[in-house]
């Protein structure tokens, strides 16, 4: 079993404030860490729904965890509003979501995600369904690649990068991580410090093929109605793009539609959200015990008032 380090696990558990009798969604169950951490922290009466894509974050889930308050969902987050509406839930008290590829996914060469180990190019988080990263690389066309490589890996070197690929599957299609991590590391000239060329590519292809920045969007879109008053969204992202929509969805939530200051009214509307923490970070502890750790970011968004409708 590879080494999983929970990224900001006490903060992002005590910006929860969690209720004992709660309902809380841990929306990326992966090896548990936070969903463990959740349980110890809620009371015989509370209950938690942990997601997952991934099959065998699901399966470690029914074999390590043996708990009635527990419900495991094989589903992406995007699909929280329509499956707690399924299971008969309208409201939370909270939601966790800790974005981005787990350590065991990264750490499994067979899952393709690393360019560390010469293995199977795939990436998908369930592979037990849709396009692999082989297929897909090896089947769209030249702007496709260059615009998906510049827009979620703003990688200076993506239209050189997508020219060569066109032209090497043409003669041997691209099928392995060492293939195409060798291919992009003769293309750059020059190599960021600590960085393996390849990093923004690989890093663009694993969000194409599942669909991360989209699934972030459509839970943002629906998460926040689904907190009860008080109720807590916190977020903890790895990358600039994921940030960026995160923090954009939370300062449209919480800003108040402010008429003008010349305009005299009695009760000024306010927001049903307010922001309560942005841009934390982890410890340089956490850092130097889990180098992962370094490029994250945690915001938390409260539910402060519920507007009739």
């Known amino acids: ?35 463990k951490e959740l349980l110890a922290r809620l009371g015989a009466n509370g209950r938690l729904i942990s997601f997952d894509k991934d099959p065998e974050a699901i399966t470690y889930a029914k074999e390590t965890i043996v708990d009635s308050r527990l419900s495991v969902v094989h589903a992406s987050f995007a699909t929280l509003s329509t499956t707690l509406t399924s299971m008969g839930l309208q409201q939370v ?95 750059i000239p020059y190599k960021e410090k600590g960085q393996h060329p390849a990093t923004r590519v690989f890093q663009a292809i694993r969000i194409q093929v599942n669909n991360e920045l989209g699934d972030l969007e459509q839970v943002l879109a629906t998460a926040p109605e689904l907190l009860n008053l008080g109720g807590r969204l916190v977020v903890i992202s790895f990358h600039s793009l994921e940030d960026r929509i995160v923090k954009t969805k939370f300062a449209e939530l919480a800003s108040s539609d402010k008429l003008p200051k010349w305009v005299m009214v009695q009760d000024e509307p306010s927001s049903e959200y307010k922001i309560i923490a942005k841009k934390i970070k982890a410890s340089s502890d956490e850092i130097s015990e889990n180098g992962r750790s370094r490029s994250a970011i945690m915001r938390c968004l409260e539910r402060v008032s519920v507007k009739s409708r």
């Open 1 to 35: 079993m590879n080494l999983h380090y929970s990224v900001l696990l006490q903060e992002s558990l005590d910006l929860l404030a969690i209720k004992p009798d709660g309902v809380y969604v841990d929306g990326t169950l992966g090896r548990a860490g936070h969903t």
């Open 93 to 187: 008290d909270g939601v966790l979501l800790d974005l981005g590829v787990s350590s065991p996914q990264i750490d499994t060469p067979e899952r393709g995600f690393s360019f560390r180990f010469d293995a199977p190019l795939d990436m998908r988080m369930d592979n037990s369904k849709g396009v692999s990263a082989a297929k897909w690389l090896n089947t769209v066309d030249e702007v496709e690649l260059a615009n998906v490589f510049w827009r979620y890996g703003e990688e200076k070197f993506s239209r050189r990068i997508a020219r060569a690929i066109v032209t090497t599957r043409a003669e041997n299609p691209l099928t392995t991580t060492a293939q195409l991590a060798n291919l992009i590391s003769g293309l």
